[in-house]
């Protein structure tokens, strides 16, 4: 046992693979006496994790304000709910804000990973200042944003450009496009941080080949890079679809679901429903609505990525 | 950790390509599989990155896009209240001051920023270990509740703490709990546990069975092994969590909105949203917390860049 030690660096490829084997068998060996060592964590993630998955489950049957008793009602919450329109133009910006924002962040995010990739010198300073957004919260990001947009006093108005000066967070339809870009400038950097690991841990060995082909530099992308990039693309998807389905801190700190309603997205739908109507019961049929359509979208991206995605790659730290 | 020094090794021959012989060959068996070790295959580098057009312009582009606003928040923050509709958002002020963030300090930022602290500590610290045991015992153990919990975990990651927030609401009434920072910490050691358990359980998995061996044969209990042996190994994985645990934490906005209400528990994101509502038309100020608020985690990103980076892809990176 003590000759196959990882450090010995003389070791060979053979010799290094020989424990993978030993380990399993080792495995079976072991006692059951650390399983307790699992408890806290699940005893906590049962209490405020499960419980409340449940729980949201049970108050979107019942009737409660938020302070006083908690009475049972039955599918009320649901008959008003699926008849809301309310709920149905909810869903629908939710849905055009996650598919825009997806379209947008997911060619930008690519470009960057692909770009800071690279070993130039110049591109890792690059990809240093591309990463300060994500220091931010989204409140703060949100906050800097209202008042740089401010049509009168904002950044626009400086510029002497006609067209950026807009009312756009006052115009129902300008304010999509600002919370998309908004997202995006919060989320791309995240984003390009995983293309950025992914691109890294393609063998250079395929670049060689291709390029041995004749295969350009356009080429080698489409053939090399994003056939490789296939889990990266599910993942980062998946995160941002996913993440769009619960987008709530930067919509609300940016625009509270306004004009009008005009950017009530479900996750604020939820909040303002139960925390400003107090109409506990409804709002929890919208909190049960994201986390199933989350979950399908989740699943449903997964299956594009096939079953093997878990052995893809490696940890990219 | 030993397969991705193994990538980091694989990188180097190309450095090295002069040293023939025995001495070069040290290095390259281990690191690629079949093919690679034989012939000289380095000098790859410079003849493979072609210029990236397309790239480099969204480069230059979004670097445009991400420090124009940076820019305008650092050098509007600067400016005296007075001087904000007046000049020119571009143009830095010709007499920058400090007023605002004078003004900033004194509307208790101090206490909102130790809230943060506390909020952030309590959560990370408690999670961290937490999540490590659970890890440590999903790894070692064996039998019915540790698939169970294996399985409930990772079924966790699903679960998003936006949609159990009214539940969670209640629960922290019923607790007694609501509007203490107690009613933050909980909820958020909870919804951190099972992303901070998958990565470290995937490190806990890297460690060479030998060493729990030998660990056993030394008379060692598991749990001496865990804090022993298992701990120490993972440590770059147990910081890389605590990184992300604690920046989700301290960049929270929806438990503190919903679970507390007193002034002096607002954490720091409640405070700039409240901040902003009260100081709307002094731009100046806002932009000073906006600042303020931020400058503790660019600290940390001027010290600690690479353990950060690595934390906010925690476990996303697979």
Known sequence: ?317 | MASTSDVAAGATPGATPSRPGPAGGLPTPATLPAGEAGGPPPRSRRRVRRPNWVGGLMGWLWLAVIIIPIYWIVITSLKPSSEYFTTNPLLPSASPTFSAYQLVLENDFVRYFLNSVIVTVGTVVPAVLVSFMAAFAIVRGSGRFVRFSSGFLLMGLAIPLQATIIPVYLLIIRLNLYDSLLALILPSIAFSIPLAVLVLSNFVRDVPNELFESMRLDGTSEWGTAWRLAFPLTRPAVVTVAIYTGLQVWNGFLLPLVLTQSQELRVLPLALWSFQGQYSVNVPAVLAAVVLSTLPILVFYVVGRRQLVSGLTAGFSK
């Open chain 1, 1 to 317: 046992m003590t000759t196959t030690t990882p450090t010995t660096t003389g070791s060979t490829g053979a010799a290094r693979r020989a424990p993978a084997p030993g380990a399993s068998e080792h495995r079976s060996v072991k006692t059951g006496s650390v399983a307790w060592m699992a408890i806290p964590a699940v005893a906590f993630f049962v209490l405020f994790g499960a419980v409340p998955l449940i729980g949201v489950g049970v108050l979107s049957f019942t009737q409660w304000d938020g302070i006083g008793a908690i009475r049972w009602l039955g599918g009320g919450n649901w008959a008003s709910v699926m008849t809301d329109p309310v709920m149905y133009k909810a869903l629908g910006l939710t849905f055009g804000i996650m598919i825009f924002s997806w379209a947008v962040q997911t060619p930008v995010s690519l470009l960057l990973g692909v770009f800071t990739a690279g070993t130039q010198k110049y591109r890792a300073v690059l990809a240093v200042l591309y990463f300060l957004p994500l220091l931010m919260s989204a409140a703060a990001i949100s906050i800097a944003f209202k008042a740089l947009l401010d049509p009168n006093f904002g950044l626009a108005a400086s510029l002497g450009i006609p067209v950026l000066v807009q009312n756009w967070l006052g115009d129902p339809t300008l304010v999509l496009f600002v919370i998309i870009f908004v997202l995006s400038w919060m989320y791309v950097p995240f984003h390009s941080l995983l293309y950025q690991g992914g691109v890294q841990q393609i063998p250079r060995s395929m670049y060689e080949a291709a390029s041995i082909d004749g295969a350009g530099t356009v080429r080698q992308f489409f053939s090399i890079t994003l056939p490789q990039l296939k889990y990266t693309v599910i993942t980062s998807s998946t995160l941002m679809v996913v993440g769009s389905m619960t987008a709530f801190d930067l919509i609300f700190v940016l625009t509270a679901g306004g004009p009008g309603d005009a950017s009530r997205v479900l996750a604020l739908d939820m909040y303002l429903r139960g925390f400003r109507a107090n109409q506990m019961g409804p709002a929890s049929v919208i909190a049960v609505l994201i986390v199933l359509i989350g979950l399908g979208l989740a699943l449903f991206l997964r299956r594009l990525g096939g079953k093997d995605a878990n052995s893809s790659q490696m940890e990219g730290l």
